[in-house]
């Protein structure tokens, strides 16, 4: 316990603890401390101090001081135990999305160097080298991941455990094109899409998060929603950037509740028109939920058998996309 605890003060300075929730603080002295507003309690005047070297703090205005734990204690109103299980947690967090953002990084350096990849994407008509550095994209040959993460210093264990390896050893993405999946600027996930003969869509098992980019697309009271990356992709090459995507045509409640913050926002369902109409029946269903939810819903209506990547990739234009949103109908 006592070990655990050392560990944990040592691994979570409690100046980036605080940074990294927003507090906001200026420097006090030639020393190393910080003046800031108390975190604890409403002041308009800062009366909170941090103390960087020694890992303490004290605010004048409340009278409460201590270290890294007892913050978390009054903060999350936790008792000691509960504190440093809660910071075990999210030092666990931050070494699995760590891991994630070295993955996502090795397989970018891997997209220019296997030119079956750089065709797929190509082919599925992106081309915007600024874009493809943008979304992060990169290209998992298979069977090198896992040298590279052990020599890094990573347990096979955590290969394991995010599910970047399969129990035998082998890289889970093998000839697959990586999009990384961001939320507050961590990669939470990686979707790789299949370029050859093994089943299409490969995500890693644990949660997609929110919409795709949302960070940036939430701003507009227009949105278009798609089914893939690709298809998000190549809209946003020809500057629909307000595109996002659940990865799939099912929302999570969260995904969800994100687009429905703006109440009275119209949301562009762009799904597969598929022969089986399952695509179409998606989008219905989705756009009753939408509604519901006090958005607008309007389903597009594409060339059948098209997605919006292969109608891009057949040579449509962006104006033609634009007629397509024109004509498609509310409910
Ligand atoms: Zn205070």
């Known amino acids: 316990m006592r070990e655990d605890l050392q560990q944990i003060k040592h691994r979570i300075p409690l100046l980036d603890y605080l940074q990294q929730r927003n507090w906001t603080a200026h420097r006090f002295s030639a020393r190393e401390e910080f003046v800031g507003l108390c975190p604890l309690h409403q002041e308009t005047r800062p009366s909170f101090y941090v103390n960087a070297r020694k890992n303490l703090f004290y605010c004048h205005g409340c009278e409460r001081g201590g270290d890294l734990i007892r913050f978390v ?17 999210d030092l666990a967090v931050a070494a699995e999305s760590q891991l994630l953002d070295r993955t996502a990084a090795f397989y970018q350096a891997q997209l220019h160097r296997h030119p079956e990849a750089a065709e797929y994407v190509r082919q599925r008509g992106l081309c915007d080298p600024e874009l493809i550095e943008e979304l992060g994209l990169g290209y998992a040959p298979g069977g090198n991941l896992r040298r590279h993460l052990t020599d890094l210093g990573y347990s096979f264990d955590l290969l394991l455990r995010t599910g970047l390896i399969s129990n035998q050893g082998r890289d889970a993405f093998c000839r697959r094109v990586i999009f990384p999946c961001r939320q507050h600027g961590r990669v939470i996930n990686l979707y790789g899409r299949s370029i050859g003969a093994a089943f299409p869509h490969r995500l890693l098992p644990r949660t997609k998060g929110g919409l795709f980019a949302w960070e940036s697309v939430r701003t507009f009271s227009t949105v278009i929603l798609v089914e893939g990356l690709f298809d998000l992709a190549v809209l946003w090459q020809l500057g629909f950037r307000n595109t996002t995507c659940a990865i799939g045509t099912h929302l999570t409640p969260a995904q ?9 926002r119209c949301i562009y369902i762009a799904f597969d028109q598929d ?6 029946q998606a989008s219905r269903l989705l756009a009753q939920l939408l509604e519901s939810a006090g958005l607008k819903a309007r389903i597009l ?4 058998g098209q997605d919006p ?11 033609d996309f634009r007629a397509c949103m024109e004509q498609a109908p509310s409910l």
């Open 275 to 280: 022969a089986n109409q399952s695509g179409q």
């Open 73 to 89: 204690e009054l903060s999350e109103h936790l008792s000691f135990r509960e504190s440093i299980a809660y910071l075990q947690q």
């Open 301 to 304: 209506c594409l060339p059948s």
């Open 309 to 319: 990547n292969s109608y891009f990739a057949a040579g449509a234009t962006a104006s």
């Open 256 to 264: 969800l509740s994100q687009l429905a913050v703006a109440a009275g």
